[in-house]
């Protein structure tokens, strides 16, 4: 099945600077890659997510890049706010819509104001 | 439009206890889904439904774990006996074709 590996683990940021979370996906049918964000206590929510025929998409602050042929996906957030402060999930799904998403272990993203 | 219902918010239980959880779809979703959250993990797929039926259980321990969408509509998952690793949050979420949405959980203590 799909293994899902998300670096770093935690992440500490000054409000303002970026921050760039990774993802690397073992299966190569993979073709659906969202990104969720979720606060302490509170359910996962998604945030952006792209598809394999994609190499990039953006909104506002976040972006995410698609490398097919390396399989890595990674999350950027530009001008850091401390509402930023979350855990952030990676996952990845075979049939494009979100079916059996493998999630990665996390990160936890900490910005200092 | 409302969200995905979950009931209990908190429960505690001893091992060997029995324990079931409550999931209620967004209106119209046909596909649901439980998901296990151990503590500073991603959440793991269980089981998925599409409308009564089971699409995947390959994670679902099945020796303990059970769940049913008889109606299609609503579920319960249960846990017997359950194990002190069983405790989690158990997330619900259902899809109406697109994304999957989130329930808040129901956070599980097996003391």
């Known amino acids: 099945g799909e293994n899902v590996e998300q670096h770093p683990s935690t992440l500490s940021v000054q409000e303002g600077d970026s921050a760039v979370i990774k993802c690397t996906y073992s299966d190569s049918a993979s073709n659906y890659f969202p990104w969720y964000k979720q606060e302490l206590g509170k359910r996962p929510q998604l945030i952006i997510d792209i598809r394999s025929n994609v190499g990039e998409k953006k909104d506002q602050r976040i972006a995410v890049t698609l490398n097919k042929t390396a399989k890595h996906f990674s999350l950027h957030i530009t001008e850091t706010q401390p509402e930023d402060s979350a855990v952030y999930f990676c996952a990845a799904s075979m049939n494009n819509a979100g079916n059996m998403l493998t999630f990665g272990g996390g990160t936890r993203l900490m910005v200092k104001p | 439009e409302a969200g995905v219902a979950q009931s209990p918010r908190y429960k505690i239980i001893e091992k060997r206890q029995s324990v079931a959880f409550w999931c209620n779809p967004i209106?119209?979703?046909?596909?649901l889904y439980w998901y296990q959250q151990i503590l500073g993990q991603g959440p793991k797929l269980l089981i998925q439904?599409?409308?009564?039926?089971?699409?995947?259980d390959s994670q679902l321990p099945k020796d303990r774990f059970s769940a049913e969408r008889l109606k299609g509509v609503d579920s319960t998952l249960k846990i017997q006996p359950a194990k002190l690793e069983d405790s989690a949050v158990y997330l619900c979420?259902?899809?109406?074709?697109?994304?999957?949405?989130f329930g808040s959980g129901t956070q599980l203590s097996v003391l």
């Open positions: 439904f599409q409308n009564n039926g089971v699409v995947d």
């Open positions: 979420a259902s899809s109406g074709g697109g994304q999957p949405l």
């Open positions: 209106s119209g979703h046909a596909t």
